[in-house]
């Protein structure tokens, strides 16, 4: 188990800081440090490399029982990049030269610098990280690399990019690979292309969706590409270490601006494959994130990252700094309900951004962990007690796993896709999908997001959510009916698959292959303001007996009610919600958005349906834990043990925990190796019980069996 702090990005912080702050490290419990080896700093002269402050920082630490991980950061490029490639530069969507300069935050390296597309620019960068791999895979304290930092490549581009010739010639080259040929290509999209010089991509949003969508897939296929370059170059130099990366943010997140098509980082899930695992950034104080949000960006990741590691790669440390403003001071209980919300939901590694405040430009005076915002001493005081319980249980942690989730939520990038190509962001279908998982988390549901073209997870799941579906993929669509068929339950808002992949219409539900297999059709757009002026976004459901007082957004799309229970009718009696059985399983088809209203504003009667939908399919979690206020949590095994998390939010709580005795085994106690107490187990009928006392703000971690 990694419990890490970043420390150096060169020139900062200065050698003479540098004893001073590792002794710091070690007395506060961390156990690795992360170093940023920049292509810029270690490569001054072409062919030159330059390591004496890394190679002392490796041993220095080594000498202090430090672990490190080394940040390769090939994304800033030399000051000779394109003195040296005189055609590096990327040209952006005017056809204008993108002029590269240091970046707002880094003292030393340009960005974006050249286009990776340029192969000598690829052939350059992949030398830097084969002699830094070659270097330090024998160093006797490195515990793994991360390999592309936020999966930057376009940073102070200034525009979209990139059309120079090599990436024109490489996403012509990938339509080809699609399409086989031109006629494929203008049969597919419906075009009367003579000649592969004439296909463009899109230029900008509200232009035709089809060359827009084909340019944002290409650049999400070209992320995972190059990450495959990466990896493959530090794999050859080091066999024997973990290779990992991480963003920004969750793929899930990345809705795009009119700087940035949506995902144009990269898919999560895609990215992966190249990798023994991902991670993601997380800075909670700064963007006002709830732990209800920075669980739903730990478990976007973990999704991804599938059977493979997951990190919280940069974690919050001290007071954020966005130039002269100051956000407020890092306390020390949320950081560590963040560590253990982490390690809970299966992480291997946290680590701070950063161990001491920031030298440089627009992040200098803020963000460390032993910082001065007022609050390191008890933030450091906090990080001992949770360094010493990594020590004693790190072989009972890095063995645990969360218990797998029944419960799933669709995520498709080619909505991302269509809605970027429509109005150069993505908020409706992210902002629907996080509504869900927010109150997921809210009603204390464990759940894995399920990218479109990776549907293992929907083997071990009962039921399944798509907000927002405006594509579903042929072969998504296919495997979505056989979990119906096979006994799932489906929940899905309106308008599914109503697009194809390239955003060309498609008219009914004859048309649409989801829509058509489950017997779902719709009558069309309608506004959410009748002809009188009445609004239409209110609506009642009733399932089961139980009402539920819903609200819609962006549009209604009233339903054909043919062989199906009609559950909810807007005030002008337009069919809202139908019930169907499919095979052995169930659909409820909505008339509207309503993930996306809840993001805007929270409200219990969405939770309760979302609660009830999920209880009638059998995905409850078996293990209940139940607070008198706000709380999170996970479980799972460890070898023959299984482990609790519990984070708590609120004032101090007693908290129940019951279970049937298959989860218990003959355990009569639990220890809670936080509190170092043990607490009683006792059985009632088949259920085990225990209860737990979690004081304010605070975290509980039980083991038992």
Same mark, same amino acid.
């Given at each position: 188990?990694?419990?890490?702090?970043?420390?150096?990005?060169?020139?900062?912080?200065?050698?003479?800081?540098?004893?001073?702050?590792? =002794?710091?490290?070690?007395?506060?419990?961390?156990?690795?440090?992360?170093?940023?080896?920049? @292509?810029?700093?270690?490569?001054?002269?072409?062919?030159?490399?330059?390591?004496? =402050?890394?190679?002392?920082?490796?041993?220095?630490?080594?000498?202090?029982?430090?672990?490190?991980?080394?940040?390769?950061?090939?994304?800033?490029?030399?000051?000779?990049?394109?003195?040296?490639?005189? =055609?590096?530069?990327?040209? =952006?969507?005017?056809?204008?030269?993108?002029?590269?300069?240091?970046?707002?935050?880094?003292?030393?390296?340009?960005?974006?610098?050249?286009?990776?597309?340029?192969?000598?620019?690829?052939?350059?960068?992949?030398?830097?990280?084969?002699?830094?791999?070659?270097?330090?895979?024998?160093?006797?304290?490195?515990?793994?690399?991360?390999?592309?930092?936020?999966?930057?490549?376009?940073?102070?581009?200034?525009?979209?990019?990139?059309?120079?010739?090599?990436?024109?010639?490489?996403?012509?080259?990938?339509?080809?690979? %699609?399409?086989?040929?031109?006629?494929?290509?203008?049969?597919?999209?419906?075009?009367?292309?003579?000649?592969?010089?004439?296909?463009?991509?899109?230029?900008?949003?509200?232009?035709?969706?089809?060359?827009?969508?084909?340019?944002?897939?290409?650049?999400?296929?070209?992320?995972?590409?190059?990450?495959?370059?990466?990896?493959?170059?530090?794999?050859?130099?080091?066999?024997?270490?973990?290779?990992?990366?991480?963003?920004?943010?969750?793929?899930?997140?990345?809705?795009?601006?009119?700087?940035?098509?949506?995902?144009?980082?990269?898919?999560?899930?895609?990215?992966?494959?190249?990798?023994?695992?991902?991670?993601?950034?997380?800075?909670?104080?700064?963007?006002?994130?709830?732990?209800?949000?920075?669980?739903?960006?730990?478990?976007?990741?973990?999704?991804?990252?599938?059977?493979?590691?997951?990190?919280?790669?940069?974690?919050?440390?001290?007071?954020?700094?966005?130039?002269?403003?100051?956000?407020?001071?890092?306390?020390?209980?949320?950081?560590?309900? @963040?560590?253990?919300?982490?390690?809970?939901?299966?992480?291997?590694?946290?680590?701070?951004?950063?161990?001491?405040?920031?030298?440089?430009?627009?992040?200098?005076?803020?963000?460390?962990?032993?910082?001065?915002?007022?609050?390191?001493?008890?933030?450091?005081?906090?990080?001992?007690?949770?360094?010493?319980?990594?020590?004693?249980?790190?072989?009972?942690?890095?063995?645990?796993?969360?218990?797998?989730?029944?419960?799933?939520?669709?995520?498709?990038?080619?909505?991302?896709?269509?809605?970027?190509?429509?109005?150069?962001?993505?908020? %409706?279908?992210?902002?629907?999908?996080?509504?869900?998982?927010?109150?997921?988390?809210?009603?204390?549901?464990?759940?894995?997001?399920?990218?479109?073209?990776?549907?293992?997870?929907?083997?071990?799941?009962?039921?399944?959510?798509?907000?927002?579906?405006?594509?579903?993929?042929?072969?998504?669509?296919?495997?979505?009916?056989?979990?119906?068929?096979?006994?799932?339950?489906?929940?899905?808002?309106?308008?599914?698959?109503?697009?194809?992949?390239?955003?060309?219409?498609?008219?009914?539900?004859?048309?649409?292959?989801?829509?058509?297999?489950?017997?779902?059709?719709?009558?069309?757009?309608?506004?959410?303001?009748?002809?009188?002026?009445?609004?239409?976004?209110?609506?009642?459901?009733?399932?089961?007996?139980?009402?539920?007082?819903?609200?819609?957004?962006?549009?209604?799309?009233?339903?054909?009610?043919?062989?199906?229970?009609?559950?909810?009718?807007?005030?002008?009696?337009?069919?809202?919600?139908?019930?169907?059985?499919?095979?052995?399983?169930?659909?409820?088809?909505?008339?509207?958005?309503?993930?996306?209203?809840?993001?805007?504003?929270?409200?219990?009667?969405?939770?309760?349906?979302?609660?009830?939908?999920?209880?009638?399919?059998?995905?409850?979690?078996?293990?209940?834990?139940?607070?008198?206020?706000?709380?999170?949590?996970?479980?799972?095994?460890?070898?023959?043990?299984?482990?609790?998390?519990?984070?708590?939010?609120?004032?101090?709580?007693?908290?129940?925990?019951?279970?049937?005795?298959?989860?218990?085994?003959?355990?009569?106690?639990?220890?809670?190796?936080?509190?170092?107490?043990?607490?009683?187990?006792?059985?009632?009928?088949?259920?085990?019980?225990?209860?737990?006392?979690?004081?304010?703000?605070?975290?509980?971690?039980?083991? @038992?069996?």
């Amino acid at each position: 188990m990694i419990l890490a702090a970043q420390y150096y990005r060169p020139p900062f912080p200065e050698r003479r800081y540098w004893k001073e702050d590792l =002794d710091g490290m070690v007395a506060a419990g961390l156990n690795a440090l992360q170093l940023w080896v920049l @292509w810029s700093w270690v490569e001054p002269e072409p062919g030159v490399f330059v390591f004496d =402050d890394y190679d002392e920082l490796v041993d220095q630490a080594h000498q202090r029982g430090l672990g490190v991980v080394l940040s390769s950061i090939a994304e800033l490029h030399p000051f000779w990049i394109h003195r040296v490639i005189p =055609d590096a530069h990327m040209i =952006d969507h005017m056809g204008r030269p993108v002029i590269s300069t240091n970046r707002g935050e880094a003292h030393q390296g340009l960005t974006p610098g050249g286009c990776f597309d340029n192969p000598q620019v690829a052939q350059r960068m992949g030398a830097f990280l084969d002699v830094v791999a070659q270097r330090y895979a024998v160093a006797p304290n490195l515990l793994g690399w991360d390999i592309w930092n936020e999966l930057r490549w376009n940073v102070q581009a200034d525009g979209l990019v990139c059309f120079c010739p090599h990436t024109l010639a490489a996403f012509r080259n990938w339509l080809a690979g %699609r399409y086989g040929d031109l006629a494929g290509l203008n049969a597919a999209w419906q075009r009367r292309y003579c000649d592969w010089a004439d296909v463009m991509p899109g230029k900008l949003p509200r232009r035709p969706y089809t060359e827009m969508m084909e340019f944002e897939k290409f650049l999400q296929w070209r992320a995972a590409q190059h990450m495959q370059l990466r990896a493959a170059i530090v794999r050859r130099g080091d066999p024997r270490h973990v290779i990992t990366a991480h963003g920004a943010q969750p793929s899930v997140h990345a809705a795009g601006d009119m700087e940035n098509h949506a995902i144009n980082r990269g898919n999560d899930w895609d990215l992966a494959a190249a990798l023994d695992g991902v991670g993601c950034s997380h800075f909670p104080f700064w963007f006002a994130m709830s732990d209800e949000d920075f669980g739903v960006r730990v478990e976007c990741t973990r999704s991804a990252a599938g059977d493979k590691l997951f990190w919280v790669s940069e974690l919050q440390g001290g007071s954020a700094r966005q130039g002269f403003d100051v956000r407020p001071s890092v306390q020390a209980r949320p950081q560590q309900r @963040w560590v253990w919300n982490g390690y809970g939901r299966g992480a291997k590694a946290v680590i701070f951004w950063c161990w001491r405040d920031e030298f440089f430009g627009r992040e200098s005076s803020g963000y460390g962990l032993a910082g001065r915002d007022g609050l390191a001493e008890e933030r450091l005081a906090a990080m001992r007690e949770t360094g010493a319980i990594l020590r004693q249980h790190d072989a009972l942690l890095e063995s645990y796993r969360p218990d797998p989730a029944t419960v799933g939520v669709f995520f498709d990038p080619n909505t991302y896709n269509l809605e970027w190509a429509q109005d150069g962001s993505a908020g %409706r279908a992210r902002d629907s999908l996080i509504g869900y998982l927010t109150a997921l988390e809210r009603i204390q549901v464990p759940y894995v997001v399920v990218e479109s073209s990776h549907l293992a997870a929907l083997d071990q799941l009962k039921a399944l959510i798509l907000p927002f579906p405006l594509i579903v993929p042929p072969a998504a669509a296919a495997a979505i009916t056989g979990f119906v068929r096979r006994g799932g339950v489906l929940l899905v808002e309106s308008e599914a698959d109503a697009y194809t992949e390239l955003g060309i219409y498609r008219y009914g539900a004859e048309e649409r292959p989801l829509a058509s297999a489950l017997g779902i059709a719709d009558l069309g757009r309608r506004p959410l303001v009748a002809a009188d002026g009445s609004l239409l976004q209110d609506f009642t459901l009733t399932l089961a007996g139980q009402g539920y007082d819903l609200k819609a957004s962006v549009w209604i799309t009233p339903l054909a009610a043919d062989g199906g229970d009609v559950l909810a009718r807007d005030a002008t009696g337009n069919v809202l919600a139908i019930s169907r059985s499919v095979g052995q399983g169930r659909v409820i088809a909505l008339g509207a958005y309503i993930g996306k209203k809840y993001t805007e504003s929270r409200y219990p009667d969405f939770e309760r349906l979302l609660h009830a939908v999920i209880a009638s399919a059998g995905g409850l979690p078996a293990l209940q834990v139940v607070g008198e206020a706000s709380l999170q949590w996970r479980s799972g095994q460890s070898g023959a043990v299984r482990l609790l998390f519990i984070t708590n939010q609120s004032a101090g709580q007693r908290v129940r925990v019951s279970g049937p005795v298959a989860l218990f085994g003959d355990a009569r106690s639990a220890a809670d190796l936080h509190r170092g107490d043990e607490i009683t187990i006792t059985r009632q009928g088949d259920q085990c019980v225990l209860d737990v006392q979690v004081q304010e703000g605070d975290y509980t971690l039980l083991k @038992w069996g």
